[in-house]
């Protein structure tokens, strides 16, 4: 374990090094939530003052959290760093090292984003409060099982990410695996609570990662209840457990597969 | 002037043709990089219908006219992807000094290099433009003035990654500006310019020129109005000229790396 800390230390401190190149990244952060922002702001004009239960402060703080925790997410290491190690035969180097590769990738990305997440966090803090003037109503007492939550969204996330990536020892390129999981984040998880659904939809929505990668976490931090809080906990619990021996069988499995030539 | 211009677009056409074949040399990668792309983006059509479910008109726009924002913004940036790739990559090539290969070809220098590459899964983007034209306002005048403006689009596209390309020649971070840039057009694009306040919209006709590759378009086809139609060839052309004054202004400050590369 000891090992995996250095690493994840180690990618830590190299990634301090490239802050401005981190804050300059923000500026696609900022152009899509003005984008949903307007939106929104457009379609609550001369609605009531509900849109499926949520005011519009809860909707636009309901995307900007989604928007927040989808970008502190995202990384090249998880989508491209494994799928080109399998391709160009360089995980044959990664494999004989003293470590677990998949242990060894999920220090790597948790380095590389740590510091990432907490400039998201303040940016998107900060521009939720300039645009509506105020904070989610967070208490104390509900902080713990909040970030929980975040914490397993993310590993849920990092190890569904990895699945689609190794898949490139069957198939050679996987990104278009990443399209379709991203946008399916994307388009029903960032920008729509699950309430705003067909009823008849709703359900297969709880059912599919966005649950547990963005809307829990997000409703939660918008509108806590201890009920919710148990309910997201289980099933990211129940995901966590599920994608995680996905990733290592089909990893196992992968390996097996893998022919290096030459040197 | 003519037979240069015939022969700098037959070089174009077989920098395409064989950027293409390259990218066939996995037919299975590239088959899935162009179906899934079209998956990719239908999956808007969910995120529309949940929007247009909520409210009967955004920003004035019925749900089939958005369909059409939709097409055009995919096709313009398939037809710029397909055909000039590497516009949207100048950066790293002018930071890592490797233009030297394409200085010493005999043709338009800017032309060679912007054309040395495909985007494969481009192609998926065109054909759900067609797809989302056909479905959505299919007609004779309408298809022709969507290729029309696929085209337009994408020209203007691929000159203003020029420009902001072209900054890295002055800039050392300017791959970072210029990605960002051409990001504001893929993103605002796909969204209707009238749920933005005037300064924004403003920003979109002129800094970014969002309004001229899908906007006024989309304009256009829903209402056809020749001096607008005039305007966006006008400023096309405009947009075209000023990218290759700014890419050669700044090739007189490039400097080689004297790194050893082939292009294969």
Same mark, same amino acid.
């Given at each position: 374990m000891r090992k995996y800390l250095f690493i994840l230390k180690a990618t830590l401190m190299e990634n301090l090094q490239y802050v401005w190149n981190i804050l300059l990244g923000f500026i696609t952060f900022f152009m899509l939530l003005f984008v949903f922002m307007n939106l929104w702001d457009y379609i609550y004009s001369d609605s009531g003052n509900l849109i499926s239960g949520y005011t519009k402060d809860q909707m636009i703080w309901y995307v900007i959290l989604t928007e927040m925790i989808w970008f502190s997410c995202r990384n090249a290491t998880? +989508?491209?760093?494994? +799928? @080109?190690?399998?391709? +160009? *035969?360089? !995980?044959?180097? +990664? !494999? @004989?090292? &003293?470590?677990n590769y998949i242990a060894y990738i999920i220090a790597k990305h948790l380095g590389e984003i740590a510091i990432k997440s907490l400039l998201f966090l303040v940016a998107g803090l900060i521009i939720g409060y300039g645009f509506l003037g105020s904070l989610p109503p967070v208490h104390l007492y509900q902080l713990p099982a909040i970030l929980v939550t975040l914490v397993l969204g993310t590993f849920i996330n990092t190890f569904l990410k990895m699945s689609i990536s190794v898949l490139s020892f069957w198939i050679e390129d996987a990104t278009p695996f990443h399209w379709i999981y991203d946008k399916m984040i994307i388009v029903l998880g960032i920008m729509f609570p699950v309430e705003v659904f067909p009823l008849w939809a709703q359900p297969v929505i709880r059912a599919t990662p966005i649950f547990v990668v963005t809307y829990g976490p997000a409703k939660l931090i918008i509108d806590y209840s201890s009920g919710m809080a148990v309910r997201v906990i289980l099933s990211q619990l129940i995901y966590f457990v599920i994608s995680l021996s996905f990733l290592l069988f089909i990893y196992q499995r992968g390996v097996k597969k893998l022919n290096v030539n030459g040197g | 002037m003519l037979t240069a211009a015939k022969n700098q677009f037959r070089v174009i056409l077989l920098s395409l043709k064989y950027n293409i074949m390259r990218e066939m040399t996995n037919r299975a990668s590239f088959l899935t990089n162009v179906l899934f792309m079209v998956l990719n983006n239908a999956t808007f059509l969910i995120q529309w219908q949940l929007l247009f479910h909520l409210k009967p008109e955004i920003g004035g726009y019925a749900f089939h006219e958005v369909m059409v924002l939709w097409g055009l913004a995919a096709s313009t940036y398939g037809f710029s992807h397909i055909l000039f790739q590497r516009a949207f990559q100048l950066p790293p090539l002018i930071l890592q000094g490797k233009l030297d290969s394409f200085l010493v070809q005999p043709k338009n220098i800017l032309l060679s290099v912007i054309t040395s590459a495909t985007n494969s899964s481009a192609i998926g983007d065109l054909i759900y433009g067609y797809l989302i034209i056909v479905i959505f306002r299919f007609s004779i005048p309408n298809l022709l003035l969507f290729t029309l403006f696929t085209i337009l689009g994408g020209l203007i596209m691929a000159a203003f990654a020029v420009i902001t390309g072209s900054f890295s020649f002055w800039l050392v971070r300017g791959d970072l500006l210029s990605d960002n840039l051409n990001n504001v057009i893929v993103n605002f694009g796909t969204y209707p310019d009238s749920i933005f306040k005037s300064g924004v919209r403003l920003l979109l006709y002129t800094? =970014? &020129? $969002?309004? /001229? $590759? =899908?906007?006024? &378009?989309?304009? !256009? !086809?829903? @209402? /056809?109005?020749? #001096?607008?139609?005039? *305007?966006?060839?006008? /400023? #096309?052309l405009g947009i075209c000229l000023l990218a290759f004054f700014l890419f050669y202004k700044g090739l007189k400050r490039y400097t080689s790396s004297n790194l050893m590369s082939a292009r294969i």
């Open positions: 998880l +989508s491209y760093q494994i +799928s @080109n190690d399998i391709k +160009s *035969g360089s !995980i044959a180097y +990664s !494999i @004989n090292k &003293p470590y | 800094i =970014v &020129p $969002v309004g /001229f $590759v =899908v906007y006024q &378009p989309l304009h !256009i !086809i829903l @209402n /056809f109005n020749l #001096t607008a139609l005039l *305007g966006v060839i006008a /400023f #096309t």
